[in-house]
């Protein structure tokens, strides 16, 4: 751990693979950039890997104020030790009083490693950050502290998590609820080269083989989506969600029972366990409304609910509630969408 | 040759059953209202470990944190294969935030032999998947997380397939190795009718004090201890006695334990309530749907 450091700045982790950059080093920009500029300090990243200079400037686009590049053969490829021993050398050198790290794979597996090695806090798959005060139950006041706020209880309550001792305050967020900022081309800032030390033993892993495939759809970019929960009935009454979605130009969909009931692609899932999205429209045909689905959807603009239960949850953040059996409404739908586009 | 595996699971309350019964005034969990279970990835870790003492032989700890009813979760787990099973329990690990916690079954770990420690890839109350991590980061050893498959043991080495969300990984490490497993690693065995048999009066010390004190309300407390003892030790006889650590037992620094050991604490706590500031209904007919489609046009919702 690092003392109470007040001067210390925000950092966020410049997750990257193969030399490019995640979506959620961007995604958490805006909001450090907001946190830094609170507290009076220097927004910086982290980046970790081998001739990922390039990136430096990227996350200077889009909001850091200086980037820390470590480069060095054996940070090629992510490992959670060797990840861990730099940004570890790095915090212990620079004392950031804020860490962020997407809530990734690579996030939720790197950064408990270094919180335990720091001895310091980490607050898991926060949704919202922000900077506020805290009364101890000793009445003593902790000011300008990093409020953690993360969902607990599959989704059922909302906890503010503060760490007002042992620095730097640590967390990770979740992948998608932060809209990524516009870069700035003309942004300036500085970087920062840092020496690496690395032994073979701090690799104790060896990647034998790595798939990746692409993702079937992008569902935190789409602007309009069509989703289909386990109302929907069946596979193959899943095709009017499809063709919903197609003729509005929409991604589809789909809660995690539908996705466990084999409607659809575990791809396409939408909730807490699934992508958490943001669209303009978000469209919920058989859909119920549990917490864990509406925690991955609530922050969308307009949302309409099809359902034939008017008692659904998901009424009740509906703004276009149509109380109905989905087999006649979206049908109608899907004609008079056609109907105007002929129109127009 | 044999591996020795520990497993850490958790008993924790039923959140997928959460209805607003269980939830306090104040916004709050009432965890009393919800069914205590066993952690349903931590039935995956346990599956693999049995998996893994099946096929190459050796034997399967498991070791839980918690309240003395998690001594529960132990006899489950003893239906299912373990062979050994320890609860740490101890007012003093209250508070405890995951680093507290994983600093806590460290030194229960460092007490066990193990070649491999298995744990869930998170519990369904916290959905952290922190302890994992900075439990192997305290026992110095290297972590696979994620993972979806066992593929090889050999010797002093293991191959696994780790779960990357779009795609996999492939990775080796030597043992001694913590690997978090997810859900999709298997299917968790049921509980053994021969086992459940031989192991259903399996209790913790707690557990037999908590019995004898009920039953002989007019004994003395040295005489309830003698009892204890008595029953403590014939229990033990027939490998029936679940081991209850505390933290002297443990010899674990307090600083590093419950609420002194947490860098992290709650500031708030709040209910979740989601509203739509402004809600129209939808007649299902035609011109409803047709009159909404028009509407979200011209406000350029749909463009």
Sequence with gaps: ?344 | MAYNCVVLIKQVPDTKRITGDAMNEDGTVNRAALPAIFNPEDLNALELAVQIKDKFGGKVTVITMGLPAAASVLRDSLFRGADDAILITDLRCAASDTLATSYILSCAVRKVDYDIVLCGRQAIDGDTAQVGPQLAEKLGIPQITYVEELTELDGKTITARRNIRAGWQQVKTSLPVLLTVTGDANEPRVAAAKKMMRYKKARTPIEVEQKIKAENAESNETEIKELVRHKCSELEEKGLLIKQWDLDFLGADLTWCGRSGSPTKVHRIQSVVLAAKESKNIEPSGKGIADMIHELIEDKTIS
């Design chain 1, 1 to 344: 751990m690092i003392d109470v450091n007040r001067r210390g700045e925000v950092w966020v982790f410049g997750e990257q693979h193969n030399g490019r950059l995640e979506d959620t080093p961007i995604e958490l920009m805006s909001k450090a950039r907001r946190l830094a500029d609170k507290l009076g300090v220097k927004l910086a990243a982290a980046v970790l890997g081998n001739g990922v200079d390039e990136l430096a400037a990227r996350l200077i686009q889009y909001g850091a104020d200086r980037v820390y590049v470590a480069e060095h053969p054996l940070l090629g490829t992510y490992q959670t030790n060797s990840y861990a021993k730099v940004m570890c050398d790095l915090i212990g050198k620079y004392k950031p009083q804020i860490v962020l790290y997407g809530a990734t794979i690579t996030g939720r597996d790197l950064a408990p490693r270094i919180a335990s090695a720091m001895k310091a806090g980490l607050t898991a798959d926060c949704t919202d950050l922000e900077i506020g005060d805290h009364k101890g139950q000793d009445g003593q006041v902790h000011k300008n502290l990093l409020f953690q706020i993360r969902p607990a209880f599959c989704g059922n309550i909302i906890a503010t998590i503060i760490n007002f001792d042992r620095w730097p305050q640590m967390a990770t967020v979740r992948e998608g609820v932060m809209p990524c900022p516009e870069p700035n081309v003309k942004r300036r800032g500085e970087i920062v080269a840092e020496k690496v030390q690395l032994a073979q033993q701090d690799l104790p892993l060896e990647i034998l083989a790595e798939h990746k495939r692409a993702k079937k759809v992008n569902l935190k970019t789409a602007r309009v989506i069509v989703a289909g929960g386990a109302g929907v009935g069946n596979k193959d009454n899943f095709k009017l969600i499809w063709d919903l979605a197609n003729c509005l130009g929409a991604a589809p969909a789909a809660t995690r029972a539908a996705v466990d009931l084999g409607f659809i692609d575990s791809d396409h899932q939408v909730g807490q366990t699934g992508t958490t999205v943001r669209p303009v429209l978000y469209i919920a045909v058989g859909i119920s409304g549990a917490i864990q689905h509406q925690a991955g959807m609530s922050g969308s603009q307009k949302i309409v609910a099809i359902n034939n239960d008017p008692e659904a949850p998901i009424f009740q953040i509906a703004h276009y509630k149509i109380v109905g059996d989905l087999n006649d409404v979206v049908p109608r739908m899907i004609k008079a969408i056609k109907t105007v586009a002929r129109g127009s």
